[in-house]
């Protein structure tokens, strides 16, 4: 495949994710982001969506950067692989115990989970110093994780927001979060 077409290949897959009719809900969930005036990670406007129907909702989790946004900034959590997503959370709240009652810093990556053909997501463990750690999710286009050329940025979450994903991630894989009609009851 030339990358020409694995490019437009990448657009179209981003485009229909882009599309998808969302239902916005509340939640605590925060998404932080380094600032380097402040020289610390900040917690930036995070908005949180579902679209779909039960057993077969998608999660999307978007944020507004420092600067100029990219359209992959977001991360999208596909019901069906709710479990693997739910590990990896799993592994980095372990992690990042460890990690604190250690002293310990470090990055390395934890794995990767599709969403759906073409899309996945990288997570992995990144240290801000060794008391504060955080689980960064990439959305991959095409294997763009594995070449180091993302298609947005990561989205980072401190420990007591990773706690509120696997929250998140738990209800969308149990069809409790809103379906895309949450309107109808207003009439």
Same mark, same amino acid.
């Given at each position: ?6 490019? !437009? ?9 882009? !599309? ?16 380097? +005036? +402040? ?7 995070? =908005?949180?969506?579902? %679209? ?6 998608? /999660?999307?989790?978007? @944020?507004?950067?420092?600067?100029? *946004? ?6 999208? #959590? &596909? !019901?069906?692989?709710? %479990? ?7 592994? =980095?709240?372990?992690? &990042?115990?460890? *990690?604190? +009652?250690?002293? %310990? *810093? #470090? ?5 990767? +989970? ?8 990288? @997570? !992995? @463990? ?9 689980? *960064?999710?990439? /959305?991959?286009?095409l294997g763009s994780c594995a070449t180091g ?7 980072? #979450? ?7 994903? /696997? &929250? ?20």
């Open positions: 495949m030339t990358r020409a077409t694995a490019v !437009a290949l990448a657009a179209l897959l981003l485009s229909s994710c882009a !599309a998808m009719q969302e239902t916005p809900i509340r939640s605590p969930l925060k998404v932080y982001e380094y600032n380097s +005036a +402040a020289r610390k990670y900040m917690d930036r406007p995070t =908005f949180v969506a579902v %679209d779909g129907s039960p057993g077969s909702q998608r /999660l999307k989790v978007s @944020f507004e950067p420092y600067g100029v *946004a990219k359209s992959g900034d977001y991360a999208m #959590f &596909a !019901a069906q692989h709710a %479990d693997t997503y739910s590990a990896h959370i799993a592994k =980095f709240l372990e992690w &990042a115990a460890k *990690a604190r +009652a250690n002293g %310990d *810093a #470090f990055d390395k990556k934890i794995g990767d +989970a599709p969403i759906h053909p073409g899309l996945s997501l990288e @997570f !992995a @463990f990144h240290s801000g110093n060794s008391t504060n750690h955080y689980l *960064a999710v990439t /959305l991959c286009s050329m993302n298609v947005g940025r990561p989205l980072y #979450f401190d420990e007591s927001g990773a706690s509120d994903l /696997l &929250a998140l991630i738990k209800k969308l894989k149990a069809g409790e979060l809103p379906g895309k009609d949450v309107g109808a009851k207003y009439n």
